[in-house]
Structures are given as structure tokens and as C-alpha cells.
């Protein structure tokens, strides 16, 4: 008969004033934390592919010397390399491979037929087993013409490694954030207590357990953070999705070549905002259940 | 008074000694002095009192103590016959659950309705809603409140609050009612018929205790006095 019957009300007066502001730098702090994990998603998966394409491959150059059948010599060297153990598969590239090689710095078709080009070999080999580095070039040893063997080492190594900077840095951000956003959300509870310890009081004094009351500001935060995470999230994954159509070069900003990223990083929006959902109400229980503690000791 | 038959959900089955106890009781808000000294009195269960004594005596607080708000500096409190200082926090809710209580200063929550607020103490017991709506708008009825069930504390009177306060605190048939100043603001007349509820619960079974320095009223039941002064129980109104 009554409306005030159909629903029980809530427990918890609104906190309009409060919650506004809250929410708004909770949303930030999620956005950028999904922006920061999907840049470590990236960096991840971009540095991951690079390197095993690298640590794969070894690159033999066959310089061309006046008096010598370059075509003849690459052969031959195709032939030394593949009995090696641990190589898997030997490629002679031919002349005009090299020719567009050089394009960029010589231009496109104007090399006269004698001109000498070194001969790439690209020489696939085993990742778990490769060839030392020095036994490639023993072959080579009374060959009678020169070689540059160039195992990509180096240049793996610089790549995994800030590959590696990149995502721990990008992980201790979102680490940070999360903190971040607990503490704000802490310290907003303890707030939201304090300007309501009437109905904290009320309900006590009409034999609610501590639990009772804790929960009902956890749920208040719980929906808070969930909320704010959503808004922030999905700013974030605009925000990629923008960056990635924009090209290359915004996205390789971010780590977020669209392609490389993947399936996997579409999970990280939904997954930040229950997240956040869920660092809110930790908090907030924590924070809540330590000053009703305090109080009725 | 509505007639309800649900029986007390958190009574123990076996308990003896009187519903409360206190035994040389002294008490002191933080570091001040000993605002209650030496009290000793005992409720037996079903009793009906009355506590007087002029402004500032100790009435409150003698009441707080009662209903576990504060703790007392010396002394022992039973309720139930358990001593409340050996009684470990957990299961200090479940015991504030069979006191109800008629706070002086009526400690509504503003934001509910009269209906919420009443409801509060079954609510928090975790009945469900359907098994209380009903009694609840009885019981407002039957305070004067039917038609003000949806309204707001601050849109009430001082006397209407003071009812509001009232019904929730008898709402869950509690073992021990204890009314501080309950007629303080209520016509004559209210005043008897609210008098009239806490007599039909002690017919129930329930022990009240009444502060009130209302002296017409405290005359008008044929009931035993304790009288508070300077922190004291008078010697000769001790016995229940
Ligand atoms: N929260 C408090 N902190 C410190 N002192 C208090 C507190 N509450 C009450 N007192 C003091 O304790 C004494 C007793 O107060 P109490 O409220 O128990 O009196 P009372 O008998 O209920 O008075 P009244 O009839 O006016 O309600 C008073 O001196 C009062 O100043
Ligand atoms: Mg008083």
C-alpha cells in the first residue's frame, strides 16, 4: 500500500558531493593503468616476435672479389653452411634480392650488371641447438673468397632487453596506479565513515555486527570502483583502438601495433574495471572495519 | 498493542539469573571523574521499574551501560546472567539484539522513512521483508503514526519522532526495554497510551526499565522507583 514498502531502502544515504569527484579520479587512474598494461601487452608481444625471428636466423654475406664467379662461390658457401649441425635450411638469395637490399641508399634498377654486390645467404637454423658463431665461419677458412657471417646477436640481445625495460617499467606503472587507487579509495572510505557514523552508530546500537555495516560500505565502493573502472576502461580502449588506426607511428608510441597486440589485450578493460571494483571494496572494507575497531574496542 | 506470536529468535533456551545485574558499578566518561559510583540493582526478569533522579544525575548513563554503549570503570554488569566484561565482542550484537531501547536524544536516521527506521532493528536480524511489513505498519498505527509512515524524522514533530523512536525499539519484542525520557515531549494523554505499550510488553514478558523525571508519570504505575542522585542509588529504593 505503501511505497515506502515495495523496496527496502538503502542502508547508506547517498554521498553525492563525495562520490563525484572520487569517481572521476578513480576513472583516470584506471584509464591509465589499462593504458600502461596494454602498452606492456604490447611491447611484450612486439619484442617476443622480433627476437625469435632473430635468434632463428643467421645472415652470411659473400663479398664479390674481381677475379672470382661470385654466383659460384655463394654456392659453394650454401653448401658449406648446410652441413653444419643445427642448420635447418639454407636459402641463397639471388643477385636481385641484394639489388633491393641496396635500393634505399643506390636507387631502384640503375646498377650496371658488374657492379659488385655481396650475396646474402639467409641460413635458417635450429633455436634450441644453433651452430656456434665460430664454427660457421671454420668453414669458411680455406674457402679462397671472403664471408661476413652476422648472427644477430647483438641486435636480439638490445631488443630483448628493452623490450624487457619497457614491460617491467610499464607493469610497475600499472602496479603503482593500482596503488594509487586504493589509497584514494581507502581514504575516501574512512571519509564516507566519518561524515556518516550516525547510521555506523544507529546500526550498532540496534545490534548489527561490525560485518553488517562494513559490508554495506564495501558494497557502496565495490559499485563505485566497478563503475569508474567501466568509464575509465573503456576511455582506454578507445584511446588504443584510436592510436592503432591512427598508424604506426602514434602506436609504436604506446606499444600498440594493432596487429601485434592481439586477443589477449582485449581482456584487460573488463578485467581492470572489476578490478577496480574489487581494490575499491578491499579497501574500503579494510578501511571501515579498522575505525569501527577503533571505536568500539 | 499488535498481537504477534513469533517467538524470540536469539533467547537462549537455558539461562537463569535476572535479566540485569550490576554490582558495585562505577563509571567515568575517558579521563573525567566517577559520574556513577557504587550502584548496585538488580532487574529480575519480567520486572517493571522506573529510574528518577534530577537532571544530570546518571540516568543515561546508567542506561548506556545497560545496553553495551559504554563500559563500566568498575564493577560487574550481567545480563542475562552472563557478565557482559567475559562476554567476547562477536557476541555482543546478538545480545544489543534483545535490548530495545528509547534513546533520549531518539537517534532516527534521517535519510529513511519512519516505516525504514522502525523497521531497522529486524532488518538488521536479517528478517525478510515480507515477514515484518505487515506488524511494522500495525505497530506504526498504533502509535499515532499510520498516516506518517513515508515521511522523512525531520518533517516530524518532536512528540512524533519520539514515537517513531519508540516503536522501533519494542518492534522485535525485546527481552529488556529500557525508555530514556520516553514522554519527554508527548501530550498527557500520548503519553498514558505509550505508557499503556510498555506495560502490555511486560505482560508479554519483557523487563522495562523507565528514566523519567516525570513524577506524575513514574506515580501514575504502581511500580518500583530507583532513584539516582549524584551518581548514587538512594538507599531506600534499591530492591526491586
Ligand atoms: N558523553 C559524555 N562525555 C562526558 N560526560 C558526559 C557524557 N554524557 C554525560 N556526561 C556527564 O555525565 C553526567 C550524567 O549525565 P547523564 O546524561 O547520565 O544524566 P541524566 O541523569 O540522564 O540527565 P538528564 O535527566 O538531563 O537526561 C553529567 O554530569 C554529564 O555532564
Ligand atoms: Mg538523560
Not at chain 1, 602506436?251 to 572489476?274: D, H, M, Q, R, Y
Not at chain 2, 521499574?49 to 546518571?58: E, V
Not at chain 2, 562476554?87 to 536524544?105: C, H, M, N, W, Y
Not at chain 2, 506488524?135 to 522523512?152: F, I, K, S
Request: charged fraction near 20%.
Amino acid at each position: 500500500m505503501s511505497k515506502a514498502r515495495s523496496r527496502p531502502a538503502d542502508l547508506l544515504p547517498p554521498d553525492a558531493g563525495r562520490d563525484g569527484p572520487l569517481f572521476a579520479v578513480s576513472a583516470i587512474l584506471v584509464f591509465l593503468a589499462c593504458l600502461c598494461a596494454l602498452g606492456a601487452v604490447g611491447a611484450w608481444t612486439a619484442a617476443s616476435g622480433w627476437t625469435a625471428q632473430l635468434s632463428d636466423q643467421i645472415t652470411i654475406q659473400v663479398l664479390s672479389e674481381d677475379d672470382r664467379d661470385i654466383a659460384a662461390d655463394a654456392a659453394d658457401a650454401g653448401e658449406r653452411v648446410a652441413r653444419l649441425p643445427g642448420v635447418e635450411s639454407v636459402e641463397v638469395r639471388p643477385r636481385e634480392a641484394s639489388e633491393r637490399l641496396l635500393e634505399p641508399w643506390l636507387g631502384r634498377g640503375g646498377l650496371p650488371d658488374d657492379f659488385p654486390v655481396p650475396r646474402v645467404i639467409a641460413v635458417r637454423i635450429d633455436p634450441a641447438a644453433p651452430p656456434l658463431t665460430a664454427a660457421v665461419e671454420g668453414v669458411f677458412e680455406e674457402a679462397g673468397y671472403t664471408v661476413l657471417v652476422d648472427d644477430h646477436q647483438r641486435w636480439a640481445g638490445a631488443v630483448a632487453q628493452a623490450a624487457a625495460t619497457v614491460r617491467y617499467f610499464a607493469l610497475a606503472l600499472v602496479a603503482l596506479l593500482g596503488l594509487a587507487a586504493a589509497a584514494v579509495v581507502a581514504f575516501a572510505a574512512r571519509a564516507s565513515l566519518a561524515a556518516r557514523w550516525d547510521v555506523a552508530d544507529a546500526l550498532h546500537l540496534v545490534g548489527a555486527p561490525d560485518g553488517f555495516i562494513t559490508s554495506l560500505f564495501q558494497r557502496r565502493f565495490f559499485l563505485l570502483g566497478l563503475k569508474a573502472g567501466l568509464t575509465g576502461a573503456f576511455a582506454a580502449a578507445l584511446a588504443a583502438a584510436g592510436l592503432a588506426f591512427a598508424g604506426g607511428a602514434a602506436g609504436a608510441l604506446f606499444f600498440l601495433p594493432s596487429l601485434e597486440l592481439g586477443w589477449g589485450a582485449a581482456f584487460i578493460p573488463p578485467a581492470a574495471a572489476i578490478l577496480s571494483g574489487l581494490v575499491a571494496a578491499i579497501a574500503a572494507r579494510s578501511a571501515v572495519s579498522a575505525a569501527l575497531a577503533r571505536r568500539w574496542s | 498493542m499488535p498481537a504477534r506470536d513469533d517467538t524470540r529468535r536469539d533467547a537462549p533456551r537455558f539461562e537463569t539469573g535476572p535479566a540485569v545485574r550490576f554490582e558495585s558499578v562505577g563509571m567515568r566518561y575517558g579521563r573525567g571523574p566517577e559520574i556513577l559510583r557504587d550502584v548496585s540493582f538488580e532487574l529480575p526478569r519480567g520486572s517493571f521499574q522506573f529510574l528518577t533522579g534530577p537532571s544530570g544525575a546518571g540516568k543515561s548513563s546508567l542506561l548506556k551501560l545497560i545496553y553495551l554503549a559504554e563500559r563500566p570503570s568498575r564493577g560487574l554488569i550481567s545480563l542475562f546472567g552472563r557478565d557482559t566484561a567475559l562476554t567476547d565482542a562477536k557476541s555482543l550484537p546478538a545480545i544489543r539484539r534483545r535490548i530495545g531501547v528509547v534513546f533520549q536524544e531518539f537517534k532516527l536516521l534521517n535519510h529513511l522513512t519512519v516505516f525504514e527506521n522502525v523497521a531497522l532493528p529486524l532488518r538488521v536480524a536479517g528478517q525478510p521483508r515480507r515477514a515484518y511489513a505487515e506488524d511494522v505498519a500495525e505497530l506504526l498505527a498504533w502509535v499515532g503514526l499510520g498516516e506518517r509512515m513515508d515521511a522523512y524524522p525531520p518533517t516530524l514533530s518532536g512528540g512524533e519522532q519520539q514515537r517513531a523512536s519508540i516503536a522501533r525499539a519494542v518492534v522485535g519484542q525485546p527481552e529488556i526495554l529500557i525508555a530514556d525520557e520516553p514522554t519527554g515531549n508527548v501530550d498527557p494523554a500520548m503519553a498514558r497510551r505509550l505508557l499503556r505499550l510498555f506495560a502490555e510488553l511486560n505482560k508479554l514478558g519483557t523487563t522495562v526499565l523507565i528514566a523519567s523525571h516525570d513524577v506524575g508519570l513514574v506515580r501514575s504505575m504502581d511500580a518500583p522507583v530507583m532513584e539516582l542522585a549524584d551518581g548514587r542509588l538512594a538507599a531506600g529504593a534499591r530492591a526491586a
